[in-house]
Each structure stands twice: as structure tokens, then as C-alpha cells.
Nanobody, 123 residues
């Protein structure tokens, strides 16, 4: 099993940047595909980005391509999401997730979730 804890959310103006971190417990971090999802009020949870076990493969939602970057540090058991050029529509609770298996955009295949961190982008 793995436990996930996000940090780094907050309030930022449109056009600004914010970095999120997700610390994972356990010694098998490298076995997990990691992902960031987000959920805005009244909307379904949606994929933001994924990163493979070794970090060699990443995927992004079209809405964040070119603005967000996902990365991971195996020595620190941490996955990151760097968010640049933020827009008000990026406002959501951001969740870190983990699974054993390939990168996937589907919420239901991820086995472990963090508690979420709020990101608010003001116009």
C-alpha cells in the first residue's frame, strides 16, 4: 500500500505559477504510475497529468498542455506538478493518485488517493 499527501495549493492570480507536491509513503514508490487529477465545484474529477513508474512517459490533458509539468523524484518519493500561466478555470481541488499499471486517464483505475489540495486562481 501507499499513502499520499499533497501540499502546495493556495491562491494565485491569473497568469501566475504554483507548484504542488505529493509525498508518498512506503518503499515501493517506483512501482507506481502517478497522476494528478482535479475536481472543480459541480464537475466530475478529471485527469490533469500522469507519469510512468520510471518517469519516462508523461501525458497531459489538452487543457494544461504547455502550461503544466509533471515530474517525480524517486529518492524523495515525491511527485510534482508545476503549474504556469494559470487561468481561473484551473481553480479546483487537486488530487494525487497512484496505481500499479500503465498510465491511464480513468479515475476508477487508480487505487490510492491523497486528500487533495485547493488551488484557486483569481481573475
Amino acid at each position: 500500500q501507499v499513502q499520499l499527501a499533497e501540499s502546495g495549493g493556495g491562491l494565485v492570480q491569473a497568469g501566475g505559477s504554483l507548484g504542488l507536491s505529493c509525498a508518498a509513503s512506503g518503499r515501493t514508490f517506483r512501482s507506481y504510475t502517478m497522476a494528478w487529477f482535479r475536481q472543480a465545484p459541480g464537475k466530475e474529477r478529471e485527469l490533469v497529468a500522469t507519469i510512468s513508474q520510471g518517469g519516462g512517459m508523461t501525458t497531459y490533458a489538452d487543457s494544461v498542455k504547455g502550461r503544466f509539468t509533471i515530474s517525480r523524484d524517486g529518492a524523495k518519493n515525491t511527485v510534482y506538478l508545476q503549474m504556469n500561466s494559470l487561468k481561473p478555470e484551473d481553480t479546483a481541488i487537486y488530487y494525487c493518485a497512484a496505481r500499479i499499471g500503465p498510465n491511464s486517464a480513468y479515475v476508477s483505475v487508480y487505487d490510492y488517493w491523497g486528500q487533495g489540495t485547493q488551488v484557486t486562481v483569481s481573475s
